[in-house]
């Protein structure tokens, strides 16, 4: 089974930058399209930033483009949001999400959250004004 833990969320004034982590364990993670997701108070879970399973392309939330950016170190099972030039409307539960099928799609990179079979708890991002 696969598991994936976030870590790296917090509070931080607008304007700054936090870096999130998520670490995979269990199935063969370099196979693994990843995807970041986000769901503020109220709204429903939208899709932030994703990556293919080489690393080679990767996908943004309009919102997030040129503030964000989605990396992976496949021999840490490990992905990256780092997250520059906060807003407070980027407050939100972030989760990450792994779809086991990412090799099957070469470089496509799905936004919508069907295709992402395994989901960490998520890990509060707060930015203050």
């Known amino acids: 089974q696969v598991q994936l833990v976030e870590s790296g969320g917090g509070l931080v004034q607008a304007g700054g930058s936090l870096r999130l982590s998520c670490s995979a364990s269990?199935?063969?993670?370099?196979?693994?399209?990843m995807g970041w997701f986000r769901q503020a108070p109220g709204k429903e879970r939208d899709f932030v930033a994703g990556?293919?399973?080489?690393?080679?392309?990767?996908e943004y939330a309009d919102s997030v483009k040129g503030r964000f950016t989605i990396s992976r170190d496949n021999a840490k099972n490990t992905v990256y949001l780092q997250m520059n030039s906060l807003k407070p409307e980027d407050t939100a539960v972030y989760y990450c999400?792994?779809?086991?099928?990412?090799?099957?799609?070469?470089?496509?990179?799905?936004?919508?959250?069907?295709?992402?079979?395994?989901w960490g708890q998520g890990t509060q991002v707060t930015v203050s004004s």
């Open positions: 999400a792994a779809d086991p099928s990412g090799r099957l799609r070469g470089t496509a990179i799905l936004t919508y959250e069907y295709p992402y079979e395994f």
């Open positions: 990556i293919n399973w080489t690393g080679g392309t990767t």
């Open positions: 269990g199935g063969t993670f370099t196979f693994f399209a």
